[in-house]
C-alpha cells in the first residue's frame, strides 16, 4: 500500500480488554529496518515501553519497512498513541542520530518543512493502523498473519525463518521475547521456548 494512503487511515480506539494489532510503517515506506542495528534499537524501545506503560507483547514481525505488533495493554485506561509513541520516539532519535554521523546523504530525504522549521521523519506520519479485538480465535488469527508476513513476501519459506519475528524468537533467532497470551481466563503459551 502507498504510503500516502496508509497516513490516511483511522486512529488507534482505546477499548479496555482489548488486544490490538499494531501496524506502522518508515517514512515513505523507505527499508530502514533492514539493518540489524535498527531492529535492535526497536527491539530494545519495545521492551522499556512495555515495561513503562504495562502492557503485553503477544507477537511481532518487524519488516523491512513496516512493523507489526499484537499487544494487549494491562491496565484499564490507557491510550494507543501513547504506547506507540514510547515505542517509536527513540528508536527515531537514534537513527537520525545514527544517519547524521554515517550517512548524511539521507538526511534530504526524510526532512520536511512545517513552516519556517524543518522536521526529520523516521516513521511515516500518523498513528499507523490499529485493530482491536476481545475474541482470542480472531487474536490467534492476527497472530498468524503478522507471522506470515514474510512468507508472503517471498522473504522466507517459513515464518520461523524470520530474525525479526516473534515466529523467529521461537527459534532462538534474536532476543526480544513475547509475552504468553493470558486472555480472558484462556492461557496460550508461545511456541516451546521459555
Given amino acids: 500500500m502507498h504510503w500516502k494512503v496508509r497516513q490516511m487511515r483511522r486512529p488507534a480506539v482505546n477499548m479496555p480488554g482489548d488486544a490490538h494489532e499494531l501496524t506502522f510503517s518508515c517514512y515513505r515506506g523507505y527499508q530502514f529496518l533492514n539493518a540489524d542495528r535498527t531492529c ?114 517471498g522473504l522466507v519459506t517459513r515464518p520461523e525463518e524470520w530474525k525479526w519475528s516473534s515466529a523467529g524468537w521461537v527459534e532462538g533467532k534474536n532476543s526480544l521475547s513475547p509475552d504468553p497470551i493470558d486472555f480472558g481466563g484462556s492461557c496460550v503459551f508461545f511456541g516451546g521456548r521459555e
Avoid at 54 to 74: G, N, Q
Avoid at 89 to 118: D, F, N, Y
Avoid at 133 to 145: D, K, P, Q, V
Fill in 40 to 153: 535492535q534499537w526497536l527491539a530494545d524501545s519495545l521492551n522499556e515501553a512495555r515495561t513503562a506503560l504495562d502492557f503485553a507483547l503477544w507477537a511481532y514481525v518487524f519488516m523491512p519497512e513496516h512493523v507489526h505488533l499484537m499487544i494487549w495493554p494491562r491496565r484499564p485506561v490507557y491510550g494507543v498513541s501513547i504506547i506507540l509513541a514510547a515505542i517509536k520516539e527513540s528508536v527515531s532519535r537514534q537513527a537520525i542520530k545514527h544517519m547524521c554521523q554515517h550517512a548524511p546523504h539521507w538526511l534530504p530525504r526524510i526532512t520536511v518543512q512545517h513552516g519556517k522549521r524543518s522536521r526529520r521523519h523516521f516513521w511515516q506520519i500518523g498513528g499507523g493502523f490499529d485493530r482491536s479485538t476481545a475474541e482470542l480465535r480472531a487474536i490467534l488469527a492476527m497472530i498468524e498473519y503478522i507471522h506470515a508476513n514474510p512468507v508472503r513476501r
